[in-house]
């Protein structure tokens, strides 16, 4: 995976966070065709970029908190 690629996939799973639409790790592998691991890895790496992302269990998605 490119520096571009990577940069557009974090995109993507930042709005899809913002539209509280992302759904657990599972599905977020499965829409864009990685592994879970590699879900999880992005989502820590977003968070130590500072965006509040939390996993709302009501939901079963990750979502940006207080947005």
């Not at 557009?8 to 879970?36: V, W, Y």
């Amino acid at each position: 995976m490119t520096k571009h690629e990577k940069a557009m996939l974090k995109s993507r799973i930042l709005q899809l966070c913002r539209l509280k639409a992302a759904g657990n790790p599972a599905d977020l592998a499965r829409r864009f065709e990685i592994s879970e691991r590699t879900v999880k890895r992005h989502i820590r790496e977003l968070r130590q970029e500072g965006y509040p992302l939390i996993f709302d269990y009501y939901l079963m998605s990750y979502v940006l908190q207080n947005v």
